[in-house]
């Protein structure tokens, strides 16, 4: 395995033994819940990173960096969802589900050519993926909620 995939296995244990050992402290607390999610879809990612790292041939690697995908998708706005729980700042209901719908938009084309198209070799990566036409909105989206998210 390369470098980058032990690092996201280092990865994994942490983030997913960090939200894992607050959830147990106090399950009932909204803002653990909200950093367990947020590890959770992080800790998820890099599972499927490392899996995507260590494949030797093409259609592996293109399942795996759509599985990867698919926990990506929930990162900012499981990040976002933590820091309105961390600041308290109110929010309406609708703004809550819509943080739960988008990911899941995303997450509905995640095993199609839309999203991630195919993997092809780029820089020191044998499968690198290349994106679909909806994965240009997802990028948008994945830096504006994460901008909004560092704004509050």
């Known amino acids: 395995m390369n470098y980058y995939g032990l690092s996201s296995v280092f990865n994994v244990i942490v983030v997913l033994a960090v939200g894992f050992y607050l959830l147990s402290r106090q399950r009932q607390n909204s803002l653990y819940q909200g950093f367990?999610?947020?590890s959770a879809s992080v800790g998820f990612w890099c599972v499927f990173y490392a899996l995507w790292q260590i494949q030797t041939?093409?259609?592996?690697?293109?399942?795996?960096?759509?599985?990867l995908m698919l926990f990506c998708y929930f990162i900012?706005?499981?990040?976002?969802?933590?820091?309105?729980?961390?600041?308290?700042r109110p929010y309406k209901p609708w703004q809550a589900a819509a943080l739960f719908i988008a990911p899941l938009f995303f997450a509905s084309f995640g095993f199609s050519p839309?999203?991630?198209?195919?993997?092809?070799?780029?820089m020191n990566f044998n499968f690198w993926p290349r994106p679909g036409p909806l994965m240009h909105l997802y990028v948008l989206s994945f830096f504006t909620v994460v901008l909004i998210a560092y704004w509050i």
Request: proline share 6%; glycine share 2%; hydrophobic share 60%.
């Open 76 to 88: 900012p706005f499981t990040f976002l969802w933590f820091v309105l729980k961390l600041t308290g």
């Open 57 to 67: 041939n093409k259609e592996a690697a293109l399942f795996s960096s759509r599985l």
């Open 36 to 38: 367990a999610l947020f």
């Open 114 to 122: 839309i999203m991630v198209k195919d993997v092809s070799p780029a």
